[in-house]
């Protein structure tokens, strides 16, 4: 793997990806804890949202094939989240008591998981690439 990956615009990703993972799993975390009876499915939601940001940073900050390939499920597993949880929550709020980190494509955290996955996926894309030159 090439140290490219691991300089530049790489490193502001796994940054940006570690910011989310604490974010989301400090509101999980209090969320599960204080009221979780009040909206469990949300709830529920931001602690996945949590264990996958986590694994994305972890996996896209390391070396090596195997991670890569658990970065790229993280990462679309990510967006597979915002999408369908970004749509459910303005086509059926009903379901969402309250907002969990991927509500309205993250408009709490200023659309940032909405944009994030795919500029992972375009990282991924274009560190592969470099090696592979």
Not at 25 to 42: H, K, N, Y
Not at 63 to 71: H, N, P, Q, S, V
Not at 94 to 100: I, P, S
């Amino acid at each position: 793997m090439s140290e490219r990956k691991h300089a530049g615009i790489g490193r502001v990703l796994v940054a940006v990806y570690a910011v989310l993972a604490m974010a989301a799993t400090g509101r999980s975390f209090v969320q599960i804890v204080q009221r979780f009876d009040e909206a469990p499915l949300a709830y529920a939601l931001s602690a996945v949202a949590a264990v996958v940001y986590i694994l994305a940073t972890v996996a896209l900050a390391m070396r090596g094939d195997a991670w890569r390939r658990i970065a790229l499920a993280a990462v679309c597993f990510e967006l597979v989240g915002v999408v369908v949880v970004g749509t459910l929550s303005i086509a059926a709020p009903e379901l969402f008591a309250h907002d969990t980190v991927w509500s309205r494509f993250g408009i709490g955290y200023l659309f940032i998981p909405a944009v994030l996955p795919f500029l992972g996926l375009w990282w991924l894309r274009a560190s592969r690439e470099r090696v592979a030159a």
